[in-house]
């Protein structure tokens, strides 16, 4: 018998450490624009990661993630708007939000909290249904937040957008939530409630069996993906300063299936290697799409590539597990006699 | 005042109609392979270009609807060589990401080689006229699409319940290994459910053009989702089911939008996906489907 996992304090350190440092070179030495482009890869990384917990490690099969961004986006967005120019932009705002202009900590809480909060009304309706219903059901929930913001405009100015919000964010602030959104996802991978999640998804009715809240353990899994969505919505909408009803629509969600999917359903590892690489892939491409006027190349390509991997690799790049290296105490764990 | 809901009444029938074509083949097909095809929308944008595509260069319209009908066989045929046939037997989700993924890249390669910008689309004037029934007068176009839907889901019927491929085609819908092990090809007629299906699609695609006037290559994709609603609705995997399904949808929008106050109208599509999981909680098998599998 394998003692459980314990966390290589080391290894981590060190990993977290080394991307302090990258982190500071590319502030230091790249271009605002290549800046720009690492901080929406390491949003793609929290993303994929905070899927890996509901969708990889858990088994739910959630397109949800762009809704829960998108609500998380707005309203910290509408908390940390010039008060002077709320009443023009948003008539209808209650007065007493209306005078409020947050910092962005404290706005983003909020907006992770929306995004938390209706995460669990909607789980509680939709994670009783299974497999591509429960996709169909979230992709569904993302065309209703879609709807309702297009349609509240004196909140949110509808279909027009929010435009102008100040721009917050920086490398440093989303370095921190990623690694918070990782480390978060790590321990619970290697706990106890990550093996129950690991349980539910490979045979619902053994996890059951062996005293698993199952209902209980995939909302918890739900939820949190949607809090670090919400979170990961609010740094977006202050690192690009505008924001539409449809910004975070349904190619986002398959982008966030398709990182889960390439780097190995329920790899922490592999989310966030396959979250750079694709995110990056798709940022290079843009210049090839632009002069062959080929628009779309990059999601054709990004496709292919994901049906090329279910037929020539299913399990992804890490399967669900983690190198070895940064799991080192488990060999040097004693191995327990039985 | 009767006049209003005769002319509601129709509109709902005629995307009744629509989305009954479609989701009639999402149907069949995921009746046979138990997959949702996602991709299935998608022949509704490629039957509207392929119409687009002869239109102009000529063709008589006579010509063009079983020339359509046929690019949608082949796309059908196509979309189950290349995605479905070495997917099966993998797990469900493997299935539906692929098709996903087929999907965005049927999407995106037609953004890719045909512009995104939408492009008109008119039937002949004939169609415009318009047709008196009791106090309303209706277009034609209504009218053709309403018939169309009705004499090809009648050939449907007929075909799944009268051949021999039908007979093949509901026995491997049953039990795909016991109907091998009844002689029937199986991959034969896995590929005419997805021949079926489609044609009816690529079909849908020609009327979709032709009333709503314009198309684009995203146009698949609400048809596509709400054709898979109107599955849930009448009970996924049953072809009376997913017409009654259909109907009920067109008409549940078009009275959502016609009944109710104005500025109401913007939330049809919430309504309609609202409705989606309402139906997926209360009523879970639809209202003909058999609970043979789990959804909830």
């Known amino acids: 018998m394998r003692t459980p996992v314990r966390h290589d304090w080391l290894a981590g350190g060190a990993v977290i450490l080394l991307g302090a440092v990258a982190v500071g070179l590319v502030q230091a030495l790249l271009s605002d624009y290549l800046v720009t482009l690492a901080c929406i890869a390491l949003i793609y990384v929290m993303l994929t990661v905070s899927l890996q917990v509901t969708n990889g490690l858990t088994g739910l099969f959630s397109l949800g993630h762009p809704a829960f961004m998108t609500i998380g986006a707005y309203v910290a967005a509408i908390l940390t708007y010039p008060a002077q120019r709320k009443s023009f932009m948003m008539p209808d705002l209650p007065p007493w939000l209306a005078t409020q202009q947050w910092d962005l900590l404290p706005a983003m809480l909020i907006g992770a909290v929306a995004a938390t909060l209706s995460a669990v009304i909607v789980g509680f309706c939709v994670l009783r249904l299974k497999g591509h219903y429960l996709a169909v059901a979230t992709l569904g929930l993302i065309i209703i937040v879609r709807v309702v913001i297009n349609n509240q405009d004196g909140y949110t100015r509808g279909g027009l957008g929010l435009s102008g919000v100040a721009r917050l964010t920086d490398l440093w602030w989303v370095y921190a939530w990623t690694v918070l959104a990782v480390y978060v996802a790590w321990r619970i991978k290697h706990a106890s409630l990550g093996r129950a999640m690991l349980a539910i998804r490979e045979n619902e009715m053994a996890a059951r069996c062996m005293g698993i809240d199952v209902f209980r353990t995939r909302l918890l899994a739900f939820v949190l993906g949607a809090f670090f969505a919400g979170i990961a919505g609010g740094l977006m909408v202050h690192l690009v300063s505008v924001i539409t009803p449809g910004s975070y629509g349904i190619p986002l969600a398959f982008n966030l299936v398709v990182m889960v999917v390439i780097g190995g359903t329920g790899s922490i590892t592999g989310g966030i290697v396959a979250a750079v690489a694709i995110s990056l892939l798709g940022e290079a491409l843009k210049p090839f799409e632009e002069t062959l006027e080929l628009y779309g190349l990059s999601q054709v390509l990004i496709a292919l590539g994901l049906i090329l991997m279910l037929r020539l690799r299913p399990q992804g790049m890490f399967g669900s597990g983690e190198p070895r290296f940064l799991l080192s105490a488990v060999r040097q764990a004693p191995q327990a006699v039985t | ?296």
């Open chain 2, 1 to 296: 005042m009767t006049q209003y809901y005769l002319q509601q009444l129709i509109n709902g029938l005629m995307l009744g109609s629509l989305y009954a074509l479609v989701a009639i083949g999402f149907s069949m097909i995921y009746g046979i392979v138990r997959l949702i095809n996602f991709a299935h929308g998608d022949v509704v944008m490629i039957g509207a270009f392929a119409t687009l595509a002869l239109v102009g260069a000529g063709t008589p319209w006579l010509l063009v609807a079983p020339v359509v009908l046929l690019t949608g066989v082949l796309a059908g045929i196509t979309i189950e060589r290349a995605v479905f046939r070495p997917i099966r037997g993998a797990p469900q989700v493997t299935g539906f990401i692929a098709t996903l993924a087929l999907s965005v890249m049927i999407e995106n390669g037609g953004v890719m080689l045909l512009s995104p910008q939408p492009r008109n689309f008119l039937f002949p004037d004939v169609m415009r006229t318009r047709v008196p029934i009791g106090p309303a007068t209706v277009s034609l176009t209504d009218l053709v699409i309403i018939a169309t839907t009705l004499i090809l889901v009648g050939v449907l019927v007929l075909v799944v319940r009268r051949t021999r491929p039908g007979m093949a085609m509901r026995a491997t819908a049953e039990n795909l290994a016991v109907a091998r092990l009844m002689g029937i090809d199986v991959n034969r007629t896995i590929m005419a459910a997805f021949a079926l299906g489609s044609a009816l699609a690529a079909i849908a695609g020609l009327l979709w053009g032709g009333r709503f006037g314009q198309i684009d290559p995203l146009m698949g994709f609400a048809p596509g989702l709400k054709a898979f609603v109107a599955c849930v609705i009448g009970g996924v995997g049953s072809i009376p089911g997913a017409m009654i399904g259909g109907y009920l949808l067109g008409l549940g929008e078009v009275l959502f939008v016609g009944l109710l106050p104005p500025e109401y109208s913007g939330y049809r599509d919430a309504f309609v996906f609202a409705t989606l999981i309402l139906v997926l909680l209360v009523l879970p098998n639809g209202l003909l489907g058999r609970s043979e599998e789990e959804r909830a």
